[in-house]
């Protein structure tokens, strides 16, 4: 749903924007950030609305990114794509924190059973780059990528003791223009009859931070949510981050927090110092998005809608990544393919909205791409993401296609896209059925190492569902094995007479099957070698499609399999 009590700052007045601004990019940036604040869709007519701009060049911005894999046009809506976070991918591998930091906030929460984050400076806010979260039904618990003004946070008055005049006085008109805080669509906005935080109040905490060197939030985003951090210092001795550990009122007051907590923060921060400086330099890993697949694409198969300069534009944020956090103009245009005036009218436009940073020579992208999808697409889980794919299936093939989970020796459906055909009507998300007996369960199994597979088959105590179930441990193995070969299953009637299934394996990063997909049908429909010529090559590509997914959303996230 919209949130249409909040604000998407408008684009700078036309008089600001540099005359060599990208157009097309800057339309397709505001169209992606007001998509992202209202938390990843919104129907066309709204972002119309919203963007000020035509009805005919919305469609070609939205066609365009869609056609990069960015968003998903659904019906009269757009909808955000994990893909997108590819951009917040890039900045994320630039500043190495999360990969050198994280699995360290990740230890600190396990021993501290209270969530933890880390969170950068981002001009007068702070952005969430990590979330260790323990969940608790009580507060409120915030993203990758949010954006939180620094007065009402623990890490923003720790960065504000940096400020120069400039920053305050920056500050103090974005509060003037905004008492809210409305722009801050992951905070509750301030009420009137709320306290809000005056400036001698920030200044004293902003000096105290920088005397103590921790600070606290003392529920200043909402009653009972209570936060101590410590900021991270670079191997320069600068500050690069703040770690955070967050609690509730009903555990701790800010006091007895930082009492309890701030000897075991202060052992982490040594830790994390320690990390950073010994982090060995990374090779330029080449960005595998970098020559995006549309380049390859002739003007035909991409269509007349295809707005080419904003494709390229945001391809530029791709050419950072580990080793690649500060590019000269040159280094941008190779790592993408482009040519120089293209990087550079792009950077021109990147600059200007805050996405890129220029200097001597150096770009380096800011927290601010963030922005770019990042909080709405960081806590998609993986049924969520699948599911626009197997819709495309089901239509592809009319038949029904769902993605389920193995749990123990039982498979669980989490996500299913139903024909009108009447079978199965039963099968729900939520169902369980045997593992050894259904095409989506072999596939999960198969892929278990040798001696897990041998006791998850015995533990199932195979037994005859239909008159075609295969119930011999000793056959079920040697089909698995066959089924591991060939990377796909196929069951006829073992679970339900008449019913025959096709499923692959969905992996992640790692190439662990982390879930299967599958087509159902009456046995009727097709042979087994229908199945295989016309349903497995789909299936396949879904299946990749959903890999492609997860791969994106699974670099920096945890995303959860149900
Ligand atoms: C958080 O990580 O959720 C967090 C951190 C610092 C704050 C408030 C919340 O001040």
């Not at 008109?173 to 920030?202: C, I, M, N, S, Y």
């Not at 009492?259 to 960005?287: I, Y």
């Not at 989970?405 to 998300?429: D, F, H, K, P």
């Not at 259904?438 to 892929?447: C, E, I, N, P, Q």
Request: net charge neutral; charged share 25%; glycine share 8%.
């Amino acid at each position: 749903m919209p949130d249409t009590n909040r604000t998407t700052a408008p684009l700078p007045a036309s008089d600001d924007i540099p005359a060599e601004a990208v157009g097309p990019l800057l339309r397709g940036l505001d169209v992606l950030r007001r998509l992202t604040d209202a938390g990843g869709r919104l129907s066309l007519g709204d972002l119309v609305r919203s963007t000020g701009l035509a009805r005919s060049t919305v469609d070609r911005i939205t066609q365009t990114l869609a056609r990069m894999g960015h968003l998903r046009l659904d019906g009269r809506d757009a909808a955000l794509t994990p893909r997108l976070m590819e951009l917040g991918n890039a900045y994320l591998a630039s500043i190495r924190l999360p990969d050198l930091l994280g699995p360290h906030a990740e230890r600190l929460a396990d021993a501290l059973d209270e969530s933890v984050s880390l969170a950068v400076p981002d001009r007068d806010g702070i952005r969430f780059v990590h979330q260790s979260t323990r969940r608790r039904a009580m507060s409120l618990s915030f993203r990758i990528g949010d954006l939180l003004p620094a007065e009402r946070t623990a890490p923003g008055a720790l960065f504000a003791a940096d400020w120069d005049a400039a920053a305050w006085a920056h500050w103090r008109e974005r509060r003037a223009a905004d008492p809210q805080g409305l722009g801050f669509h992951a905070v509750p906005p301030l009420t009137d009859a709320q306290d809000t935080p005056d400036e001698a109040h920030f200044a004293d905490r902003t000096h105290r931070a920088g005397d103590q060197g921790w600070a606290l939030d003392d529920q200043l985003i909402e009653p009972g949510l209570v936060a101590l951090a410590l900021p991270v210092s670079g191997p320069d001795g600068r500050p690069v981050c703040a770690v955070s550990v967050v609690s509730h009122t009903s555990r701790h007051s800010a006091a007895s927090l930082r009492k309890a907590m701030l000897p075991r923060l202060l052992t982490a921060v040594t830790g994390m110092e320690r990390a950073l400086r010994e982090a060995p330099a990374t090779e330029p890993v080449k960005s595998a998005t970098a020559l995006a697949s549309w380049t390859t694409a002739s003007k035909q198969e991409l269509g007349a809608g295809f707005v080419e300069s904003l494709a390229r534009g945001l391809t530029v944020l791709t050419a950072f990544g580990e080793g690649r956090s500060a590019l000269t103009l040159t280094g941008v245009a190779e790592a993408c393919g482009l040519a120089r005036a293209t990087a550079r009218r792009a950077l021109i436009t990147f600059e200007h909205l805050g996405y890129v940073e220029a200097r001597a020579g150096l770009f380096r992208p800011t927290p601010q791409v963030l922005g770019l999808g990042f909080p709405p697409l960081s806590r998609l889980t993986l049924p969520q993401f699948a599911e626009p794919h197997l819709a495309a299936l089901a239509q592809q093939v009319h038949d029904s296609t769902s993605l389920s989970v193995l749990t123990g020796t039982e498979i669980q459906y989490t996500a299913r896209v139903a024909t009108s055909r009447v079978m199965n009507v039963n099968i729900t998300v939520g169902t369980r059925f045997p593992a050894y007996a259904t095409s989506m369960g072999r596939v999960l199994l198969a892929d278990l190492p040798e001696g897990e597979r041998a006791e998850r088959l015995a533990g199932s105590k195979p037994q005859a569902l239909t008159r075609h179930t295969v119930t011999s441990v000793e056959d079920l193995g040697a089909l698995l094995e066959r089924v591991r070969e060939e990377r796909f299953a196929m069951t006829d009637g073992e679970l339900e007479e008449g019913l025959r299934s096709v499923a692959v394996p969905v992996r992640d990063r790692s190439g662990r099957s982390v879930a299967a997909v599958n087509v159902a049908m009456h046995s009727s429909r097709r042979t087994a070698a229908q199945c295989r010529s016309e349903v497995l090559p789909a299936l396949r590509a879904t299946a990749a499609r959903i890999e492609e997914d997860l791969a994106a959303a699974g670099r920096f996230t945890r995303t959860a399999a149900c």
